[in-house]
């Protein structure tokens, strides 16, 4: 699977970027997952909801299922999985895009306002293959993607993440 990590600051605009490629991206006919890094604790449940009691109970994992959807809750003891370790839990798609684990080596693309006061990520990071910004600036090296524009963002993933173009 083909994987392109969406990082940025707090407010950058990551999940709103993500958000608005997932529908062009399945209009080409792709397959698309998502994982996404929480830096804190959460949960998925609601104390006193009946997955909420079986975890609290002591089960490792927890399925829950509708006619909908799944979920799997499974508790970790020990380290956080990694990045490689969580792309096994998932079925095969065309491109899996991952918001965070901006430590983890792999193609990633940067979402970068300048008015939010916060220095880029991509001098530092080889890996930072692009860089999705609200205003004009000097990435270097990295292809430079209008922000306000997912289609053009879209048309670089097909061409440089999937070399379908």
């Known amino acids: ?10 407010g950058s605009g990551k999940t709103t970027l993500l958000e608005a490629l997932m529908p062009l991206l399945r209009g080409e006919g792709l397959t698309v997952s998502t994982i996404k890094h929480a830096h804190h604790g959460f949960d998925m449940d609601r ?10 109970a ?3 994992e ?7 959807r799944w979920a799997l809750l499974h ?3 020990g380290e956080e999985p990694t990045l490689p370790t969580l792309l096994t839990k998932l079925e095969p798609v065309d491109l ?12 990633k693309l940067e979402v970068h306002r300048p008015a939010l006061g916060k220095p880029p990520i991509w001098p530092d990071a080889p890996d930072i293959l692009a860089v999705a910004s ?6 270097g090296n990295r292809t430079l993607l ?20």
């Open 58 to 60: 002591g089960a490792r």
């Open 75 to 77: 508790e970790i003891q």
């Open 134 to 139: 609200d205003a004009v600036l000097d990435a």
């Open 62 to 68: 927890v399925l829950v299922a509708s006619g909908t």
């Open 96 to 107: 899996v895009l991952v918001e965070g684990f901006k430590a983890h080596p792999f193609p």
């Open 146 to 165: 209008p922000l306000g524009e997912p289609a053009v963002v879209m048309r670089w993933v097909l061409r440089d993440i999937l070399a379908l173009a």
């Open 1 to 10: 699977m083909k994987v392109l990590g969406i990082v940025g600051w707090s």
């Open 47 to 56: 104390p006193g909801k009946d997955t909420y009691r079986h975890r609290e």
